[in-house]
C-alpha cells in the first residue's frame, strides 16, 4: 500500500495542466511508486518556489502526500547533471513521454524502465553529433523495454511454432503471438528478416535494414497497443520529415 506521505522521490515530469486559477496538475513517473498525478498548489504564482523546477526531461526529486488517485506535491528539487533536450533529441523526449502516458498504469512501480528512461534522456541530450539512426535506435530500445516491462515482451529468438529464428528466413510478426515463418515473402506485405529479429533481441542497430524494419514493426506494435490513440510527437516527426 502506498503510504499517506512519500520524501524525495526520484522523478520525471511527463506532463502538465493548469488547474484553477495558480496551480497545475503534474503528471510524473517516480521509481517506487510509477506514474502519479499529482496536483502543484499554487504553483504557477511568479514566487512560487517550484516555479521554474517542474520541467520535463529534468531529475527531480519530489515529496508529496495523500491517499487518492490525485495527490498533492508539497515540494520538487532539482537534480542537475541533466542538459536540455534540443532538436529533435527534444521531439523523442516528447515521444517518450506520450508512450508512458498512454501506455503506462498509474501508480506502478516499474524501477528498471524508470532507469532506462533516465539513461535514454541523457543518451538523447549528450550525444555528438547524433543522425537520424542513432534517435531512431535510441526509441527503438526503449519501445522494447516498454513493452517488455508491460507484460507484452517480444518473441525475438523462437517463432510461433518454436523454431529457433533463422537470420536468413522471412517472418511475419502477428499480435500478441510472435513471429511466424513465411515461405513466400513476396506474397504477403510487412515481413521482417530473422536478422532483424535477432538484432532487436541484442538492441544491436547498426544495421540500417535492421534498423529500418525494427522501427516498421514497432510502429505496428505501438499502434496495436495505443488501440487508436494518437501521438503529437509522431505527427510533428512526421511534419519535419516533410519539411
Not at 502543484?40 to 517550484?50: E, F, L
Not at 519530489?62 to 532538436?87: C, D, R, Y
Not at 494518437?230 to 511534419?239: G, V
Amino acid at each position: 500500500m502506498r503510504p499517506v506521505k512519500v520524501e524525495r522521490q526520484p522523478a520525471f515530469v511527463l506532463h502538465t495542466r493548469p488547474y484553477r486559477e495558480t496551480s497545475l496538475v503534474v503528471e510524473a513517473i517516480t521509481r517506487d511508486y510509477g506514474r502519479m498525478a499529482l496536483v502543484a498548489k499554487g504553483v504557477r504564482r511568479p514566487r512560487s518556489a517550484m516555479r521554474g523546477v517542474l520541467m520535463a526531461f529534468q531529475p527531480l526529486e519530489m515529496t508529496w502526500s495523500g491517499k487518492g488517485e490525485v495527490v498533492t506535491l508539497h515540494n520538487a528539487e532539482w537534480q542537475g547533471g541533466q542538459p536540455l533536450l534540443e532538436g529533435r533529441a527534444l521531439l523523442c523526449g516528447y515521444y517518450l513521454n506520450e508512450l508512458l502516458i498512454n501506455l503506462l498504469p498509474r501508480e506502478d512501480a516499474h524501477e528498471q524502465l524508470f532507469d532506462h528512461y533516465s539513461k535514454t534522456l541523457m543518451a538523447l541530450s549528450t550525444a555528438e553529433a547524433p543522425d537520424a539512426a542513432f534517435f531512431s535506435a535510441c526509441l527503438r530500445s526503449f519501445e522494447k523495454r516498454l513493452l517488455g516491462e508491460l507484460g507484452y515482451g517480444l518473441m525475438l529468438t523462437y517463432d510461433t511454432a518454436g523454431g529457433a529464428i533463422k537470420p536468413l528466413h522471412r517472418y511475419l510478426y502477428e499480435m500478441e503471438s510472435g513471429p511466424r515463418i513465411v515461405a513466400d515473402s513476396s506474397a504477403v506485405a510487412g515481413t521482417i528478416s530473422g536478422k532483424t529479429l535477432l538484432d532487436m533481441d541484442a538492441e544491436s542497430f547498426s544495421d540500417p535494414i535492421s534498423l529500418a524494419e525494427s522501427k516498421q514493426l514497432m510502429r505496428s506494435l505501438m499502434a496495436f497497443y495505443l488501440n487508436g490513440r494518437q501521438l503529437h510527437s509522431r505527427r510533428l516527426f512526421e511534419d519535419l520529415t516533410d519539411l
